[in-house]
Nanobody, 123 residues
């Protein structure tokens, strides 16, 4: 599978965006999908994940209640609705795929990574 993230941009604090990650290839429904982000000068961190089966979701504490992950297997796409944004959410957001994985999988378990989409939140 190959991944293409999109939907980033410049948004004011308090605003919202919807990030998308389109997958090409077969068997998208067998991948747990995750979103990660990397802010300037910081390490990559987990944001959210949705399981390949039953659509179980899991969020980092820092985004819980503000971000929502979802997937549409018919469209081979995973989404991340980001709301109530603040300047600390500024980062490059990456989607990743983990075959038959757990929503709690560490980053190194993810087999495939997209190229990232930049979200910039202005104050």
């Amino acid at each position: 599978v190959q991944l293409q993230a999109s939907g980033g941009g410049l948004v004011q604090a308090g605003g919202s965006l919807r990030l998308s990650c389109a997958a090409s290839g077969r068997a998208f429904s067998t991948y747990t999908m995750g979103w990660f982000r990397q802010a300037p000068g910081k390490e990559r961190e987990f944001v959210a994940a949705i399981s390949w089966r039953a659509g179980i979701t899991y969020y980092a504490d820092s985004v819980k209640g503000r971000f929502t992950i979802s997937r549409d297997n018919a469209k081979n796409t995973v989404y991340l609705q980001v709301s109530s944004l603040n300047t600390e959410d500024t980062a490059v957001y990456f989607c990743a795929a983990d075959a038959y994985g757990s929503v709690r999988s560490p980053p190194q378990k993810y087999d495939v990574w997209g190229q990232g989409t930049l979200v910039t939140v202005s104050s």
